[in-house]
């Protein structure tokens, strides 16, 4: 098949340091590519990938100081799409609902994977007046606040299988893995870890729009001598922080439609300690692959049983639930569904001449 992938231009595909969307991009579109398809990539110029790359900035944007307005370079990018979707059997957006008005009468067959929480009041109308888009969630939970959305499939998140290295030995510590966020509760880590008199290492990104949070909570927090914070890590420093931890402290405190930290670990052969919201019952395995936990209590409880948890047990399970592989052949199978015509009738088929075929509303009502 011939499949654009349409990722945001925030950070590069992949991304030098923190950034989930655009990490399983290219993941899935590298997976794609070793199946024999012919991928097309619109990201920013300093991505890296094996398929055809249509740099829309030069560089992630979140790099460059100069961008002031995200949302022109986007605009730009689903211009570009457009002009080429023609080439295109189906159409990946990674873009949330930005192209939904651009891309309301395209004919070449779509789907849009949304990759962050869809609790928020503000979104309800957009999924109401666009409601022929077909979507994909990246777990069951995922879907709950919109369930009439067009949801065709859930596909969840997965990674290569050579990517992080099983570690059947783990040192004396635990980490925290991710952002410095108030939902993300690094406080709760700190103290699980402290509690179980245990040395905690923090591998963690600093948003602007968390900044004050992080100086006024957590900062005084890190000078406890069990506490190490080591700031952004890359794949090779992240493969040895998660792998030789005893376990991943995820205590979450907002619906998490994934959490993609948890698969890597899992692959490390790390069990994990999470909170159970969100998406957490359906990645986890109680007992299996960690412990769901509800109280700080039962998470520091957790902590004194984590060595009975079978590490090669744990790797096993995302071996078999979460690799890229399986990701690519889940959304093949709806690209197919796409294409055959099997899932909606607003996408009757792929239109070859010229320009992506864009009826407006005004004569779409003319015409009925």
């Known amino acids: 098949m011939k499949i654009a992938q349409v990722a945001p231009l925030h950070e590069s595909v992949p991304p030098k340091l923190y950034g989930g969307t655009e990490r399983?991009?290219?993941?899935?579109?590298?997976?794609?590519?070793d199946e024999g398809h012919e991928v097309t990539l619109f990201a920013s110029g300093d991505s890296n990938t094996r398929a055809s790359l249509e740099a829309i900035v030069p560089k992630a944007l979140r790099l460059d100081e100069r961008i002031v307005e995200p949302l022109a370079s986007h605009l730009l990018m689903f211009d570009r799409v457009t002009e080429m979707a023609a080439r295109f059997d189906v159409i990946h957006f990674h873009t949330d609902y930005l192209h939904f008005p651009i891309f309301r009468r395209c004919l070449v067959p779509h789907l849009t994977t949304f990759h962050g929480r869809l609790d928020i009041p503000d979104l309800q109308p957009i999924?109401?007046?666009?409601?022929e888009f077909p979507v994909v969630s990246i777990s069951d939970f995922q879907r709950?606040?919109?369930e009439k959305a067009n949801w065709i499939g859930t596909v969840y998140h997965g990674l290569p299988e050579d990517l992080y290295?099983?570690?059947p030995q783990p040192d004396n510590y635990l980490a925290f893995l991710?952002?410095?966020?108030?939902?993300k509760r690094p406080d709760r880590a700190i103290e699980i870890a402290i509690n179980a008199g245990i040395p905690l290492k923090i591998a963690a990104k600093v948003d602007r729009a968390d900044r004050d949070y992080y100086l006024e909570k957590i900062r005084p927090l890190l000078d406890h001598p069990l506490v190490e914070f080591l700031g952004e890590v890359n794949e090779p420093e992240k493969n040895e922080l998660l792998g030789r931890a005893r376990a991943l402290l995820f205590p979450i405190d907002w619906p998490e439609p994934f959490g993609l930290v948890m698969i890597e670990a899992l692959a490390c052969g790390t069990p994990v300690i999470a909170f159970g919201n969100g998406s957490v019952p359906e990645v986890l395995h109680h007992g299996k692959t960690g412990f769901i936990v509800d109280t700080m209590e039962q998470a520091i409880a957790a902590v004194e049983k984590i060595d009975a948890i079978d590490r090669l047990g744990c790797r096993k399970e995302f071996e078999n639930r979460f690799s890229a592989r399986l990701m690519a052949r889940n959304y093949v199978e709806l690209y197919l569904q796409l294409v055959e015509g099997r899932m909606s009738s607003e996408l009757p088929g792929v239109h070859r001449?010229?320009?992506?075929?864009?009826?407006?509303?005004?004569?779409?009502?003319k015409a009925s």
């Open 144 to 146: 709950h606040p919109v």
């Open 178 to 183: 991710g952002r410095i966020s108030p939902e």
């Open 353 to 365: 001449s010229g320009r992506c075929q864009i009826e407006s509303r005004h004569e779409a009502r």
């Open 127 to 131: 999924f109401k007046a666009f409601s």
């Open 24 to 33: 399983i991009v290219h993941y899935l579109t590298e997976a794609l590519i």
């Open 165 to 167: 290295t099983f570690q």
